[in-house]
C-alpha cells in the first residue's frame, strides 16, 4: 500500500512538472512571435521603399490573424467602433428605409412601416438626390446606407425626386430607434392550420410568436397544425431561441449548452415555464440562411422530436461571441465558446470557403440521437427530417435580380396606380405586355448558357477571313437562336415572373407583411407542409414514433 501511495505521489509530480513544462513552451511561443511580429512592422516601416501608413499595415495583419479563425471573429477599430455600433444594434437605427443603387442613381427601398421616412410621406422608388447637402457622386449604396444611418434623435436631410410625382422635394428626417417587426405575418393558411413567420430573434420574439399562436386558436378553435417558419432568419438573442423552445417543450428541459475553453464560463439554458402546447402537430421551416438562434430552435425540436424540420439544412453557425476593449477606444470580437443542443451535437460547421461554412458529406458528419432514437448529424447545420430543393435561379431570373429590373418596372407601374384598396391577397398583376414592353425600352440583358463561348467564337472567326464569309450564315442562324431563346425564355418563367412583380408591389402597398401575404400564394413548402400536417401517419413517422 505505502508503495502505491508513493507511485501515485511520483506520477502526480510527474504530471504537474509535464504540464508545467508544456505552459512553458506555450508562453515561450507567444513571446518569441510577439517579438517576431514587431520586429517585421518596425522594419517594413523603416526600410521599405515607399511610405507606409503604419495604422493601415497594422490593420492588415491583426485582420489576417483574426480571419484565419472563423469569419466572426473581427477586429473593429476606433473610427469602426460607433457604425459598428449601430450596424449590430437589435434595433434599426435611421429613418426606416434601405438604398438601392442602379447606375450612378440611389433609390430609396425596403421602406419599414413605422419609420421616420414612411410617416413622412417618402416611397419606395423616390430618387436621392443629396444627403445633408452633400453630392452622392462617387459614393456606394454601404457609404449611403451609413449616412442615413446614425444616433436616435439626430436629424438627416435628403432632397430627392419623388417617384409618384418626379418633383423635387426636400425632407429634414428624425433618426430612430425603429422596431423591426419580428412576426410580420401570421394566419391561416389551410383549413385548421396556422402559419407564424419570424425574421429575427429579437426582443418580444417569444412574446410576438405566443400572441400570434392565441390569435390562430381564437381563429380556429379546432387548430390541427402549425408552421413555424424560419426561412431566411439569421438568429439573434439567445434567450429568445430558448423561451421559443419553451412554447412547446415542458419545463425543467435542456436546451442549449455553451462550451468554450474557459470551463467556468460554460452555461447550460433550460425552459423555465410552463409550455404553450405540447401536442399541436409542429413544422418548422429552414433553408440555408436559417442561422445560430434558427439553428438552435430548429435542433432543439428536432432533438426532442417535437417538430419536423422541413426545407434545407441550416447555414452552420453554432459560435458564440464577445467583444473585448482592447486599448485605444479599440475592440476585438472574439469566438469564445460554441453551442451544443440537447442530443449533443454541435451545429456550427467545420470548415469554411469565402466566409461561409462548407458543406461536409453526412458520411464524415458525427452521428447522435434524438430522443425517439433516430440518427442526427453534427458539423454543419441541421439536416430537415422532410428534404425539400431549393429551386435554382435561371439566369434570367438572376439577370432581373442583380440589374434591380423587377424593382424599376414596379416604380414605373406605381406612377400610375399609386394605391390599393382592399385586401392585398387579392392582387393579382395582370399586365405582362407592358412589363415585357419596358424591358424592350431599357438597358436589360443577359446571356443563357453557352452564349458567352459563342460569342468568343463569333470574334474569333471574324478574325479569320478565310472562315468569316463561309461560316457567317451560320453563326447568323445561331445568333437567331440565342434570341429566339430568351423571347421563349420570358415564356417559361411568366408565372415567376410575376410572382416576384406581385411581391414588390404589394411591398410597396403594405409593407413586408404585404410581400409575406403574396410570398405565400405560390409557396412550395408550406404546400407541402399543408399535406404533412394532413398525413399524420406520415407526420409521425417521420418523428419516429413508436
Request: include cysteine; hydrophobic fraction near 35%.
Amino acid at each position: 500500500m505505502k508503495k502505491l501511495k508513493i507511485a501515485g505521489f511520483s506520477l502526480l509530480i510527474l504530471t504537474s512538472i509535464f504540464a508545467f513544462t508544456v505552459e512553458n513552451d506555450r508562453l515561450f511561443e507567444i513571446a518569441k512571435n510577439m517579438e517576431l511580429y514587431a520586429s517585421v512592422y518596425k522594419m517594413l516601416n523603416v526600410h521599405y521603399v515607399d511610405e507606409i501608413d503604419p495604422n493601415t499595415l497594422m490593420k492588415t495583419g491583426i485582420d489576417a490573424m483574426v480571419s484565419s479563425l472563423d469569419p466572426y471573429t473581427n477586429y473593429i477599430t476606433e473610427s469602426q467602433v460607433q457604425s459598428y455600433r449601430i450596424s449590430d444594434d437589435d434595433k434599426f437605427q435611421g429613418i426606416g428605409a434601405s438604398v438601392f443603387k442602379i447606375g450612378k442613381d440611389f433609390y430609396l427601398s425596403n421602406l419599414l412601416e413605422g419609420g421616420s421616412a414612411q410617416e413622412a410621406g417618402l416611397k419606395a422608388g423616390d430618387r436621392i438626390l443629396n444627403i445633408n447637402g452633400s453630392s452622392l457622386d462617387a459614393k456606394s449604396e454601404n457609404d449611403v446606407i451609413s449616412l442615413l444611418r446614425g444616433a436616435p434623435g439626430t436629424t438627416v436631410s435628403l432632397l430627392l425626386v419623388s417617384n409618384e410625382t418626379g418633383k423635387e422635394m426636400s425632407y429634414s428626417l428624425k433618426r430612430d430607434e425603429v422596431k423591426i417587426s419580428n412576426v410580420p405575418h401570421s394566419d391561416l393558411v389551410a383549413d385548421g392550420i396556422g402559419y407564424i413567420q419570424l425574421t429575427t430573434f429579437t426582443e418580444n420574439s417569444t412574446v410576438n410568436i405566443s400572441k400570434a399562436f392565441k390569435s390562430l386558436k381564437e381563429k380556429d378553435e379546432n387548430l390541427k397544425g402549425l408552421m413555424l417558419d424560419l426561412r431566411q432568419n439569421g438568429g439573434g438573442l439567445l434567450r429568445e431561441a430558448v423561451s421559443i423552445c419553451n412554447l412547446f417543450i415542458p419545463k425543467g428541459l435542456e436546451v442549449v449548452t455553451t462550451k468554450g475553453k474557459l470551463r467556468d464560463k460554460d452555461n447550460v439554458f433550460k425552459t423555465m415555464s410552463t409550455p404553450e402546447d405540447l401536442d399541436i402537430p409542429l413544422v418548422v421551416l429552414v433553408d440555408d440562411r436559417s442561422a445560430s438562434a434558427s439553428e438552435i430552435v430548429s435542433g432543439v425540436l428536432q432533438d426532442y422530436d417535437r417538430a419536423v424540420i422541413l426545407g434545407q439544412r441550416t447555414y452552420g453557425k453554432g459560435l458564440v461571441q464577445n467583444i473585448f476593449e482592447i486599448g485605444y477606444n479599440s475592440r476585438v470580437k472574439v469566438t469564445i465558446s460554441k453551442y451544443y443542443i440537447p442530443s449533443g451535437r454541435c451545429i456550427q460547421g467545420v470548415e469554411y470557403a469565402n466566409g461561409d461554412p462548407v458543406n461536409i458529406p453526412d458520411d464524415k458528419r458525427s452521428k447522435f440521437k434524438t430522443k425517439n432514437g433516430r440518427v442526427v448529424l453534427d458539423g454543419g447545420g441541421v439536416t430537415p427530417d422532410q428534404k425539400m430543393v431549393k429551386p435554382e435561379l435561371s439566369n434570367l431570373m438572376k439577370a432581373f435580380k442583380d440589374q434591380k429590373t423587377i424593382f424599376m418596372y414596379v416604380n414605373e407601374f406605381m406612377k400610375k396606380n399609386p394605391s390599393f384598396e382592399g385586401d392585398i391577397t387579392s392582387f393579382n398583376f395582370s399586365e405582362f405586355n407592358k412589363f415585357t414592353e419596358f424591358l424592350q425600352k431599357s438597358n436589360f440583358s443577359y446571356k443563357l448558357e453557352g452564349e458567352d463561348h459563342f460569342e468568343n467564337l463569333n470574334a474569333s472567326i471574324d478574325k479569320a477571313a478565310d472562315l468569316k464569309g463561309a461560316m457567317s450564315s451560320n453563326l447568323k442562324a445561331i445568333g437567331e437562336q440565342f434570341k429566339s431563346s430568351k423571347a421563349e425564355d420570358l415564356k417559361k418563367h411568366k408565372d415567376e415572373i410575376i410572382h416576384e412583380i406581385e411581391k414588390e408591389i404589394a411591398s410597396r402597398y403594405r409593407f413586408e407583411k404585404g410581400k409575406s401575404q403574396i410570398n405565400l400564394r405560390n409557396d412550395i413548402e408550406v404546400k407541402e407542409t399543408i399535406s404533412l400536417i394532413n398525413d399524420q401517419v406520415k407526420f409521425k413517422n417521420l418523428l419516429g414514433a413508436k
